[in-house]
């Protein structure tokens, strides 16, 4: 597997996204994913957003990989993420999306409006359709919503902030899944999001993982 990410905060703000993508250190063939968007217009969305995935990807590692297929554990690692943001007093509130890829397979939770998508050789998914946006991660009654997607290759998944999706458009961006490959897919977003004036109004933030045949 291949993965990549790339953050850039919108025009005259702090970047208030966060995003953690790494093999996990005892099974290299198990790639975690944790992306969250700190809510803007209240104090403390940035450091909601940070702690949320290294909480959440620190509550994953925690289990045994054989049980990352379990929806249950999913929904006690975004639990526990919200919970822990909610007891931080400088942190405010955040979407969260947190996920696994093993054995051909992606199983996750999540809570907000950042999103999960997926394009296999059976085709294009929000994986994310379902989650309820409200009440926020770090309000302590966060509602964790799992999901999972057999992954059929070639494929590729993408966690995204509503940042991307409400600039670039949902048909944009499965047709810049299916046109492009690794930097290439992030340059084309990120010139999707930003329009003509190439500037972002919002801030971008992406998490991409191909399967090996995606690799060119």
């Known amino acids: 597997m291949k993965f990549l990410t790339l953050s850039e905060a919108g025009f005259e703000q702090p970047n208030e996204d966060a995003v953690v993508l790494?093999?996990?250190?005892?099974?290299?063939?198990?790639?975690?994913?944790?992306?969250?968007?700190?809510?803007?217009?209240?104090?403390?969305?940035?450091?909601?957003?940070?702690?949320?995935?290294?909480?959440?990807?620190?509550?994953?590692?925690?289990?045994?990989?054989?049980?990352?297929?379990?929806?249950?554990?999913?929904?006690?690692?975004?639990?526990?993420?919200?919970?822990?943001?909610?007891?931080?007093?400088?942190?405010?509130?955040?979407?969260?999306?947190?996920?696994?890829?093993?054995?051909g397979m992606v199983y996750g939770a999540s809570c907000g409006d950042s999103a999960v998508l997926v394009l296999t050789g059976e085709g294009f998914a929000v994986l994310t359709e379902h989650q309820q946006k409200d009440p926020p991660l770090g309000s302590g009654r966060a509602v964790d919503t799992f999901f999972a997607a057999e992954l059929t290759a070639p494929w590729k998944i993408v966690a995204i902030s509503d940042g991307v999706w409400k600039s670039a458009g949902w048909e944009t961006i499965k047709t810049t899944l299916e046109q492009f490959h690794g930097e290439a897919l992030l340059t084309a977003l990120r010139q999707a999001a930003g329009g003509k004036s190439g500037q972002l109004w919002d801030d971008f933030t992406v998490g991409l993982i191909e399967s090996p045949l995606d690799v060119r």
């Open 22 to 103: 790494q093999r996990h250190p005892l099974h290299p063939d198990v790639v975690l994913c944790a992306l969250a968007d700190g809510q803007g217009g209240q104090p403390g969305g940035g450091v909601a957003a940070r702690l949320a995935v290294e909480k959440a990807v620190e509550k994953a590692l925690s289990f045994p990989v054989t049980s990352l297929t379990h929806p249950v554990v999913w929904m006690q690692i975004l639990t526990e993420a919200d919970d822990a943001v909610c007891e931080h007093q400088e942190a405010g509130f955040s979407t969260l999306a947190v996920f696994g890829v093993l054995n």
